[in-house]
């Protein structure tokens, strides 16, 4: 009599929240590293590539962040934005409120902003396009919860000459794709994001930057789950 062969399930992809997620730059790297994602932000998203909610981040986080095997968070960097203070413009500061809905949950976070936001960062670790061998620098800081230690790739010397902000890029320089920049099609190359649009394109973290985070990510939930 023949017997029934086993039926093998592959394991369930863990699940993380990306939070004040825009179009989904950190995103796509973190399913490229193996989760599975949902978007919450408070703003409509229709190009976000994965599952999304509309709604409150920080009030999302303090509900159900605890329903997720990790969370990702990057409250809007206005408020610290050199461009945003040159402009006169006002905005709410919510890094101290969103590290304390993450703390909440007992779950691994990371969250990420701006130079500007150093001072409030707790020891962060910055990441810079030159470190994957992107044609931007697009430095970006990463704090994480204690129980996450990122390790990250050296941090090669600037020596490309950047395009001033807003111009096209020449060729043999960096571009920066911040504000009202021209290059959209070149910007989706260097930054690897083909699906956005401008506005997507200058608040977006590279997924390059995501992938190396979220492969931690699996190791420390994996080395949990043992």
Known sequence: MT???PIRRAPARPRLLDAFCCQG???KGYADAGFDLTGIDKAPQPRYPFTFIQGDAVEYIRAHGH???AIHASPPCQHDSDCQRLQGNTHPDL???TRAALESTGRPWVMENVRGALAKLNAPVMLCGAMF???TYRHRYFE???DVFLGVPEHPEH???QAKMGRPVPPGH??????NFSGVDHARRVMGVPWMNRDGIRECIPPAYTLLIGAQLRTIRLAVAA
Do not use: K
């Open 95 to 97: 890094i101290g409120p």
């Open 25 to 27: 730059g950190a995103a």
């Open 159 to 161: 020596v490309v000459q």
């Open 174 to 179: 960096f571009g920066q794709f911040v504000g």
């Open 144 to 146: 994480t919860s204690p």
């Open 3 to 5: 017997q029934p062969t």
């Open 133 to 135: 061998g992107m044609a």
């Open 67 to 69: 329903e997720y095997d």
